[in-house]
């Protein structure tokens, strides 16, 4: 079993960064890929980034390109997101979550564990 824990989020102004990190516990973290996702208000849960078992593949959803990076560090059981150029629709609570599968996953059924998520708010 695979426990999360994000952290990081909070208030920010539009182009402003935030870098989230996600706490995972387990012996076999590194056996897992990760992936961040995100949940606006009446909207439905979207992929923003995924990473595979060594962090040799990355996807990125369009919308963050360019603006994202995802990376993990599996001595420490710890993926991170570091956001810049936030803007207001970057509004979400977002989650980290695991996937049994060596390169990264895109469908959220794929993933077995997640996080409780964390508040990621930009103002205007």
């Known amino acids: 079993q695979v426990r999360m824990v994000e952290s990081g989020g909070g208030l920010v102004q539009a182009g402003g960064s935030l870098r989230l990190s996600c706490a995972a516990s387990g012996r076999t973290f590194s056996s897992y890929s990760m992936g961040w996702f995100r949940q606006a208000p009446e909207k439905e849960r979207e992929l923003v980034a995924a990473?595979?078992?060594?962090?040799?593949?990355?996807y990125y959803a369009n919308s963050v390109k360019g603006r994202f990076t995802i990376s993990r560090d599996n001595a420490k059981n710890t993926i991170y997101l570091q956001m810049n150029s936030l803007n207001p629709g970057d509004t979400a609570v977002y989650f980290c979550?695991?996937?049994?599968?060596?390169?990264?996953?895109?469908?959220?059924?794929?993933?077995?564990?997640w996080g409780q998520g964390t508040q990621v708010t930009v103002s205007s």
């Open positions: 990473i595979s078992w060594t962090g040799s593949t990355i």
């Open positions: 979550a695991a996937a049994r599968t060596y390169t990264y996953a895109t469908g959220s059924d794929e993933y077995e564990y």
